[in-house]
């Protein structure tokens, strides 16, 4: 958090939500029972072991490695090898059976694919609309009105009608032009997740005609809150800005290529989780093949290393491009104690000698 400043007085303090989320995004793009545990160990050691700025680091790891391992139990894999099918391990793991394997990535089927990008979404949708929350918050502390109404509630309102279009887009087949009726074809298939909270009238048709008019509303209301927070800044003697189109440009283009952006950025997660099965199959497909034990660990090994640093560079780029700049400014100060200056005097007692 402290490399992006330090929250300003009433601003949340990102700390507690990055302490939670950090690591179950790493654990889910690291989603291997057996990674996960060997992570976890190897962070603990640490955190007993090391002192200062390293003893954080050894938590953080230690975190993200009981999430891998939490993860793992939902993909099913220990080190790449299916628990369900470990005549050792299944009778352990049968009370468990719901959870191990949900999201299965054995086989890696189109199906299992798409299942997992959509997880990976629903969780980017979760993580920015958290963003645009705390953004209004920190607006309506700080009392301002205008940007409010023009810009926070336009924004959510506006990012929750575009991700109902590509849910809406996903349940037509991806059929895009056709489900606005321009083929001539009525889409009343359901909308993922959309049908199944609200109910089977919420339909292809039904969201592809509603979302639009919802979406070019908030355009127009934030491109009307953008000419007055540039009129304000005339009449305070602030530069005036980029004017009219400038504004249309940012809000048209600019705003709405952004959300699209940042919710498709989220499928990293996915793939980085089908990334790491895929090469324990590779590994694992090698030591069937009589590749020998060496090949064994050491590939394991060399996943972890590699991926680890790969997915631990993809977390840090989902919170500081798609969250951190929806919302937090970070221009806090840090408190000290103001201490009067204190001085001191040495008296030095010596004894008089007689004679």
């Known amino acids: 958090t402290e490399t992006q400043g330090l929250p300003n007085y009433g601003e949340v303090d990102p700390t507690p939500i990055i302490a939670f989320v950090w690591p179950a995004f790493y654990g889910i793009m690291f989603g291997d029972l057996g990674h ?25 790891l230690a975190a993200s490695g009981a999430a891998a391992s939490i993860a793992g139990l939902g993909t099913g894999e220990l080190f790449g090898f299916h628990i369900k099918e470990m005549a050792v391990l299944a009778p352990l793991f049968a009370p468990l059976d719901g959870l191990v394997g949900a999201l299965n990535v054995s086989e890696l089927t189109f199906e299992q694919v798409i299942k997992i990008l959509k997880v990976s979404v629903a969780i980017g949708i979760i993580h920015l609309l958290m963003a645009l929350f705390l953004r209004l918050r920190n607006d309506i502390l700080q009392g301002h009105k205008l940007v409010i109404l023009t810009h926070d509630i336009p924004s959510i309102i506006q990012f929750l009608a575009i991700v ?19 083929s001539g074809v009525t889409h009343n298939e359901p909308v993922p997740w959309l049908t199944y909270l609200f109910g089977n009238w919420v339909t292809v048709d039904l969201v592809a005609k ?20 540039q009129e304000l800044a005339a009449k305070s003697g602030h530069d005036e800005g980029s004017g009219l189109m400038g504004i249309v440009i940012e809000v048209i283009l600019v705003r709405i290529i952004e959300v699209l952006s940042n919710v498709i950025s989220y499928t990293r997660i996915g793939i980085m989780l089908l990334v790491h099965a895929a090469l324990l199959v590779t590994v694992n497909q090698s030591y069937a093949h009589g590749g020998g034990l060496a090949v064994l ?32 400014m970070g ?25």
């Open 331 to 355: 221009e806090g100060v840090e408190f000290k104690k103001l201490l009067p200056k204190m001085l001191y005097s040495n008296l030095i007692w010596s004894e008089k000698r007689s004679g």
């Open 164 to 182: 109902a279009l590509i849910l809406a887009a996903i349940g037509s087949g991806y059929d895009i032009i056709g489900m606005f009726g321009i």
């Open 297 to 328: 660990i050491g590939g394991n090994i060399g996943i972890m290393l590699i991926e680890g640093l790969i997915v631990y560079i993809q977390t840090i780029r989902l919170h500081l491009y798609e969250w951190f700049p929806k919302w937090y």
């Open 210 to 229: 509603a979302t639009p008019p919802i979406i070019f509303a908030t355009v127009g209301i934030m491109i009307y809150g953008g000419k007055k927070e």
């Open 36 to 60: 996960g545990l060997l992570l976890f160990g190897l962070g603990m050691f640490l955190r007993y072991r090391a002192n200062g700025s390293l003893k954080t680091w050894a938590t953080l």
